[in-house]
């Protein structure tokens, strides 16, 4: 009896881990149709819905689960593509898609319904939000003006030519950090909630 529920918990994990990779792939592939949304942040921050297939995943086998496939899409994208960050970019891309991911999937996983997926996607909208304003102010703005040699006012003015009100680092992150991920984790919250319930009967088969 051991040895056969054994052998049924090590096909469970090939199973998960196979739907697991799959979606990392997918985030990864993703990761390539990025663009600035100029309207409400400077072309150098990019939009785009890699986060979609770990909040898949996050709902469907856990919140843990989503933080993996947000793990291995960041590996996927050094390896493959390669990193102008000295990789700093691909691990704050990870800890904030993990906030986000790992959040909703955490309040879903407590009781699968709607509304709880609709909870989960807001709550985890702000964390994620308020995560990546506090690691662009003391970690990526400045970081990313000594890798490329920019004064940080030069990066500055690149959101006061977006917005007036944007003159120092500070109102950049309420001006044009705060709004475009407010953005970003409500268009792929919309697209999660649209999707799920389409393809996770293949997931939990």
Known sequence: MHAVKGKENAAWSTKVMAKISVLSVISFLLMFFEFPIVWLAPSFMEFDISDLPALIGAFAMGPVAGVIIELIKNILNVVVKGTTTAVVGEVANFVVGSAFVFTAGLVYQRKKTFKNAVIGLVIGTIVMTAVISVANYYVMFPFYANLFGLPLEQIIEMGTAINGNIVDLKTMMVYAVVPF??????????LTILIYKRVSPLLHR
């Open 181 to 190: 991920n407010l953005f970003k984790g409500i268009a792929v919250s919309a």
